[in-house]
């Protein structure tokens, strides 16, 4: 198995990790918008509660209304808590899926920089071959019109 054969091989593998990386981030991008959503959601029905509340508390309201808009700014606070770990946990997840991906790139720039030059090596091999090979008719043929001249 040759060696260009071989680096093909591991830069396919590569690409593919690189490929799966990207998707992974992707992933990561709607989980984060959409965890984003649900906080900005959350605030806002926080917003609508806390002007039910304090529209309340302007007027001549009931205490089971006052009680049960108390409550609901408090659901909304916990539900605004709650979204935000999500999206503490989302943006982490983003990060490590960035991180995943650019060092999914670096090695697979990595193996293309490393089958580069091997190809170029080779280049300069099948260079170095055929100079020798022209210098070898060259010769041969100086040989034989010296023996032709003689």
Request: net charge positive; charged share 30%; hydrophobic share 45%.
């Amino acid at each position: 198995m040759s060696n260009r054969f071989r680096l093909g091989i591991v830069l396919r593998l590569r690409e593919m990790a690189e490929e799966s990386a990207r998707i992974d981030l992707g992933h990561a991008v709607d989980a984060h918008q959409r965890a984003v959503a649900v906080v900005q959601a959350a605030q806002g029905r926080a917003g609508d509660d806390m002007r039910w509340l304090s529209d309340l508390q302007r007027s001549r309201a009931e205490a089971g209304q006052l009680q049960s808009a108390v409550l609901a700014v408090a659901a909304a606070q916990r539900a605004i808590a709650a979204a935000q770990e999500r999206l503490g946990r989302a943006s982490s997840a983003l990060f490590e899926a960035r991180r995943a991906l650019a060092e999914a790139t670096r090695q697979r720039e990595v193996v293309e920089r490393l089958r580069d030059r091997f190809m170029a090596e080779e280049r300069r091999a099948r260079d170095r071959l055929d100079t020798l090979a022209m210098a070898e008719i060259a010769s041969t043929q100086h040989a034989t019109r010296a023996a032709r001249n003689r």
